[in-house]
């Protein structure tokens, strides 16, 4: 109920207004958002690497319904794979990929998508820079493993978000395990009815659990991608107890999310990987980030203040 009065309020004509009207980035919406473009967002990704963590950076710039639109991505991720080389973050830099930026919704469709996304991952390896597919809702679900499926064809490195809070998730880590995948595992954040995914918070947490050991235990590489710190604690106690080190699983969190955390577990020795957003379209993004916590209202109202 709180959640949805903060997003129809964060929404609103006036307060989106207010907040995006200077041409930056405020202090507050910049703790989550890497910049308007890959020059702002690539210096982000040198400070983390500065602090010893790494980074995935994904473009906001809304889901093209057109090929031109579509096309613009595979140029918009080019610029940032290259702008990652001019400043010297290739090794262990990463970048992520919403297949509906690739012309999903666009005439060709999937298969048009998955042709855009391999010129990018062919961009991307060329410079020794990583790649993961984001999971976005229920629909997408099969067209997204069809087309990583495809995509490791050429480049078996590629990963894939999966959603522990969806009832099929135990077999997909299952099945991506065996081909040994980099798998991101995340709660989910789209939301789904009982008939597809678990819908209380105990429930998904036990699913989180269950679909780690799935990928602990099998052949993947798991990327523990949550804030929740008994999350992260159970992946830390699974690969010592399966004997696996620092480099055979990583941990990941979103730009601005329980910074001291990424400090702190990149301090102790954790590969620690920080999802940096960046571009034109950022604001529901920044949202977002204010509904999942309540106690971030203060920031939204910080931001009206001070955009
Ligand atoms: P929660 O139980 O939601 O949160 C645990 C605790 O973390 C909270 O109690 C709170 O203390 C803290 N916290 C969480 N959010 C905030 C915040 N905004 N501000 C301050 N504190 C906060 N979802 C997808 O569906 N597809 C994807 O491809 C995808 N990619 C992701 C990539 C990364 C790197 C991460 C970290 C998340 C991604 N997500 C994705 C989102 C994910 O599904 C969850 O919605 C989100 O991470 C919240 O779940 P949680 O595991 O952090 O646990």
């Known amino acids: 109920m709180l959640k949805r009065v903060v997003r129809r309020v964060g929404y609103a004509g006036p307060v989106r207004r207010t907040i995006t009207s200077s041409s930056g980035l405020g202090r507050v919406t910049g703790r989550f958002v890497g910049g308007l473009d890959e020059v702002s967002a690539v210096a982000v990704a040198q400070r983390l ?4 963590m790494l980074t995935t950076l994904h473009v906001r710039q809304g889901n093209p319904v057109d090929e031109a639109g579509a096309d613009a991505h595979v140029e918009l991720y080019r610029r940032l794979v290259a702008q990652h080389v001019e400043a010297g973050l290739r090794e262990g830099s990463e970048i992520s990929l919403k297949m509906a930026q690739f012309g999903l919704l666009a005439p060709g469709g999937l298969d048009g998508a998955v042709e855009r996304m391999r010129a990018t991952v062919a961009d991307a390896y060329a410079a020794g820079i990583g790649v993961t597919v984001d999971m976005e809702g229920i629909e997408e679900v099969d067209v997204t493993l069809d087309a990583v499926c495809r995509l490791r064809a050429d480049q078996p490195d590629v990963g894939i978000a999966i959603q522990a809070y969806l ?19 995340v709660k989910g954040a789209y939301g789904a009815g009982p008939d597809v995914a678990h819908t209380t918070r105990a429930t998904v947490d036990s699913a989180y659990e269950r679909c780690l050991e799935i990928l602990f235990a099998g052949g993947a590489y798991p990327m523990v991608a949550s804030h929740d710190l008994r999350m992260v604690e159970a992946a830390r106690a699974m690969a010592r107890e399966a004997g696996k080190g620092r480099d055979a699983y990583e941990i990941q969190m979103l730009m601005g999310v329980r910074t001291q955390d990424q400090v702190r577990l ?33 920031l939204l109202a910080h931001a009206l203040v001070s955009p």
């Open 266 to 298: 990149a301090a102790a020795g954790e590969r620690l990987r920080v999802y940096v957003p960046y571009g034109p379209d950022w604001y529901g993004w920044f949202v977002n980030r204010i509904v999942e916590k309540p106690s971030n209202v203060r």
């Open 167 to 185: 009832l099929r998730s135990e077999a997909d880590c299952h099945a991506l395990a065996s081909t040994g995948a980099r798998v991101r595992l």
């Open 49 to 52: 690497r500065a602090q010893g």
